[in-house]
């Protein structure tokens, strides 16, 4: 009787042995992917045709006449501007054509200015500005792949003026 | 398939110690007659016999005893001698609780002063590198680099409050490893500043530091030292009755609090522990106002099980680690509003061990572990920036011998690891896996009235990225590295005072992963690192002499170190950015580089009832190639600290005096000098089987403003401001 009463005991350390390496080893989560990246050094921003202002290497660029800032309407929006990458070198590349890919922003007073986009061009890289009171903000143009930001601006600073 | 031999292996093992039941375990607690106040240390013997042991700092120990009649002696400093006699026969064992009288004369008229190590190694050991009871409840705080903050030599390197992790003689990183029971704590706390340690200190028994030629029986890599997390989270005894502690601290300065229950069990003939912690804090309030984004909310739990005997022991356990906390942004290259870290770190502990009755085999003791780490860094948007995962499966198998007249003096210690790391989101790493082995000996003997210690540690290390990422693409990228290292260590009664020392090391340690593969930027980090795939191994000389001053009411020791590095790899600060990111660059490079360094300790007992203290602590490191200082170098610091003991009331105050570091790399700032003052009180009440012990405490106590130099946020806040602090333990047995 005690023999078996022992041997219980030991069946029952090592079912309660067996269990917690199992719990140990279960469960792992599942990890995201990791894929090569969109990495440009620069942007510039396109109205009609016009480069009006050209950002590069964490330095906004206003030589030749261009912009140092982005002036938008009270009340009322810019036109649509188009945004063309920069390469280490400094010449124009496309934006990214990968659908993971997607423009997003970060807009340090959102009382200030807000971004407009078409419904069909939402995550593509054309916006407008709409300002929404006089003032001053900033403003991060970001590459987002997937759920993370693969290329960010410096804050750009962004003036809201009555017209 | 891949678990059947290490099950088959406990399960053998399981069967095979249960075989024996000659002797009975006697378990008991020694107390202060007057202040019915647990003693530690107390040292325990069967008198005609050499079989003995000490108490924990519960006063609590454990003893196998043979059947038939015995005596046993009880000794501690300061303490008259007291003796009781023990029946041991079939059936349970009853508790054995005996009082101690204070003995003040003695305290004056004896020749030697606390010797209860067995070794004068284990003295000095013992005098400079442990916390524990008492003095580890006071210096609690909320992360174990905060908790060890002001032992000898020891520094924090921070990017906020959460992801804090001790620095030794100026060497960090994977130079410091961090055990529990002995077992490393695998994480990636050592690979960036933005990682939290995984090791929640409030239930732990003991914190001790190991240093020299015994680092070699852990890792090759820890040329700083062993930091060793004592918890038992495998009994290895079987306890007698229940016992545990439950716990509460709080503190100001982040409106944070942490509760924690830990408690044993018997479970027939199975020991039983279970251990489960809280702790919830808001943003660190500065002199100067909230430091933003510094919140911390930790869980753990742990559970453990074994089945000692008399022969051995074998069991497991579970823990469950899991945080989530933010970093600070602010500064150059970091977020405006910071980032928030989640970690989950799952681990399976096996343990077993098995006593032999042979005159040179003492014992076998193996380990497996398995852990499972996710870490997630956010962005304040929510998008996730950088991942990390990894599997890791590690083992031991250490055979303790008895040589040359001395017990377990020699050890064999065979080691296994594999690990599977993986990157996701933004992180450019390629995954990568690593299989390493090693075998060390550690051996002590004697020789002319010298004690020795001795070791050598060869690591096999294999590397290979899988699948390259397009920048080592076209490179031939797997390495494999065979590390050698061995240390000496001679120490010798120079009179009867003064012990004097060598500690004589060659190391190599084997570059991580990350040192070897980034390339990419690292979200929390706030950097874009940069690893280098043509990196050695990181070989050091080190030279290291010391003197212990031992005399009734006075304990000094003074070290001084030099260790050369042929590769000392760091990443540092290139002074260039990575334009899609705005990050700064940092470069793995190995360089030439020279610690320098000086230590002391002087412990001053005025009286019964005052205590004096002075640690001191200095290192001076320098990239030779360069003729430049390293980073991020400890400045020379001193921690005063006094204690009055009363029978109901223990009272003190620290002081921290830390010098400017002025010697500062290219890229990097300097930091002004600051003194800083804390006091604080303690409270111990004790009845029949609880024990609540109550400290008090303010930490800078006149709120004043001053910068760690070895943290990255220092440019634009500084360290915590005046803290009130309440830690509560009730200890039941």
Known sequence: ?163 | MKFTAPILFFVFCFFAIGASDETRLLEGYVFDRKTQRAIGNVDIKLEDSAVGTTTDERGRFVLHLPEGVHRLSFFRVGYGLASREVRVSGGKLPILYVEMIVQEILLDTIDVVGRDAETRFEELHEATGVLSGDELQKKYSLTLAETMKNEIGVAIRSMGPAPARPVIRGLSGDRVQINIDGIETRDLSATSADHAVTVEPFNAERLEIIRGPRTLLYTASAIGGVINVVKQKIPEDHPQRVFGSVGAYGETVNRGYLSAVGITVPVGPLALYAETTYRNTRDVQTPIGRLANTPIDTRTHLLGLSYPTDRGYIGASFDQFDTQYGIPGGFIGGHPNGVDLDIDRRVFDGKAAYYFDREVFSSVEMDLTRTFYHHFEYESSGNIGSEFLFHDYSGDLKLFMNTQGQTRNTVLALGFGHHNLKLGAFVFTPPTRELSASLGVYHEFTYRHIEFQASARYTYADFDPRPRTKSIADLDVDRIFHAWSAAISPLVNITDRITGGLNLSRSQRVPTIEELYNDGPHLAAYTFEVGNVELEAETSLGFEVFFHYLQPGVDFVLSGYWNEFDTYIAPRNTGEINFAQLLPIYAADGVAARFLGLEMHLGWRLNTRLNLELDGSYVRGENKDEQVPLPEMPPLKFVGSTTYQHPYLTVGGTAEFVAGQERVDIFEDSTDGYAVFGIYAQRDINTDHTRHSIIISVDNLLDTEYRNHLSRIRSVMPETGRSLKVHYKMFFF
């Open chain 1, 1 to 163: 009787m005690f023999f078996a009463r022992k041997s219980l005991q030991r069946t029952f350390a090592a079912v309660a042995v067996l269990a917690l390496f199992v719990i140990g080893c279960g469960s792992d989560d599942p990890m995201s992917e990791h894929e090569e990246h969109f990495e440009p050094e620069g942007l510039v921003l396109i109205d009609s045709g016009n480069r009006f202002f050209r950002y590069f290497e964490g330095q906004i660029d206003a030589s030749g006449g261009r912009a140092d800032h982005l002036e938008v309407p009270n009340g009322g929006l810019t036109a649509k501007w188009t945004i063309m990458f920069l390469d280490h070198d400094g010449d124009e590349i496309a934006p990214p054509d990968d659908p993971d890919d997607s423009f997003t922003w970060e807009i340090a007073d959102a009382t200030v200015v807000e971004v407009h986009q078409e419904p069909a061009d939402v995550g593509k890289f054309e916006f407008q500005l709409r300002g929404l009171k006089a003032g001053e903000t900033t403003i991060e143009l970001q590459v987002a792949h997937d759920d993370h930001i693969d290329f960010r601006t410096i804050p750009i600073p962004v003036r809201v003026v009555d017209q």
